[in-house]
């Protein structure tokens, strides 16, 4: 099993509808903490955990991410920015929604 497989993401903030970044990872889990871990430092990620959840999560008071899929997808995701959230909900796979919870 191999487990250094990198894939393409867009992360997108559910509230503003924004697609924060473009991040190759091993998961979507891995790519929310490498983006909060740009946006917040590393001391944020040590003090939470990175969990998939359901859809309702987004409703939660824990910060919650809708990680897509853009491999594969035809969307080009190096032309990608803040304002191709709804390209991007549209065109590619929901792979996961993720929530950043404090330990």
Do not use: C, W
């Amino acid at each position: 099993m191999t487990t250094d497989k990198l894939a393409t993401f867009g992360v997108i903030d559910p509230g503003a509808n924004v697609l924060l970044e473009v991040i190759r990872a091993e998961s979507p889990v891995a790519a929310v903490r490498r983006l909060e871990e740009k946006m917040r430092g590393p001391e944020y990620v040590a003090a939470h955990s990175y969990d998939e959840a359901g859809e309702d999560a987004l409703n939660a008071t824990d910060p919650a991410y809708l990680v897509y899929a853009l491999d594969g997808s035809g969307l080009d995701a190096e032309a990608l920015g803040g304002d191709d959230a709804g390209t991007v909900r549209a065109q590619a796979d929901l792979a996961a929604v993720v929530v950043s919870s404090t330990l």
